[in-house]
């Protein structure tokens, strides 16, 4: 899959006509769920935190098929069936600031699937490790966001009903 440059996305050309500037911004992320009930994470090169594929809405793109994208672009795979278990919104923990001074806070939408196929690989340069981890031994240097899915997916995973973050 061919990774458009940042610059040629709706964001990267918002992005030059409002400057670094608080957006608020529709996201989709993934919880990939292996056989053994481990999750599948990613670690960003630009920050070294581990979180779980995600990305934001490009234009003509329904939410899910942002979700599909990602796990596309950053780890080469096609996922299956999706599941929307909760919103993250909170701006404590879904604001965030890149090295290059763009702030956004996030409103995503969190799906979790245990379908896919393809070869797990680092498929662009935005990761530089991606592992399966169990839900209660997460790595070092996870992202705060990342933490709180992953506990609001544990309580969906448990029962617990749509999860708003």
């Known amino acids: 899959m061919n990774v458009r440059p940042f610059a040629d996305t709706l964001l ?12 608020i911004w529709p996201s989709a992320g993934v919880v990939v769920e292996n056989g053994a ?7 960003r090169a630009y920050d070294g935190r ?5 990305g934001f809405v490009d234009e ?17 795979i ?5 599941t929307c278990f909760g919103i993250v919104s909170s701006p404590g923990l879904a604001t965030m600031t890149y090295p290059n001074g763009d702030t956004v806070q996030n409103v995503g939408a969190c ?4 379908s896919w196929t393809g ?3 680092l498929a662009d340069p935005e990761n530089i490790a991606f592992g399966f981890f169990p839900l209660d031994q997460l790595p070092e240097g996870i992202s705060q966001v990342a933490r709180a899915v992953a506990a609001h ?8 009903g749509f999860q708003m973050i």
């Open 12 to 23: 990267g050309r918002i992005r030059r006509a409002w400057g670094p500037g608080l957006l």
């Open 37 to 43: 009930g481990h999750v599948l994470m990613v670690r």
């Open 50 to 54: 581990w979180q779980f594929p995600a």
């Open 60 to 76: 003509g793109e329904a939410i899910e098929q942002t979700a599909g994208r990602e796990c596309a672009e950053e780890l080469g």
């Open 78 to 82: 096609t996922v299956g069936a999706l």
């Open 111 to 114: 799906f979790c699937t245990k």
């Open 119 to 121: 070869d797990i690989r």
């Open 153 to 160: 997916y544990g309580s969906y995973r448990a029962g617990g």
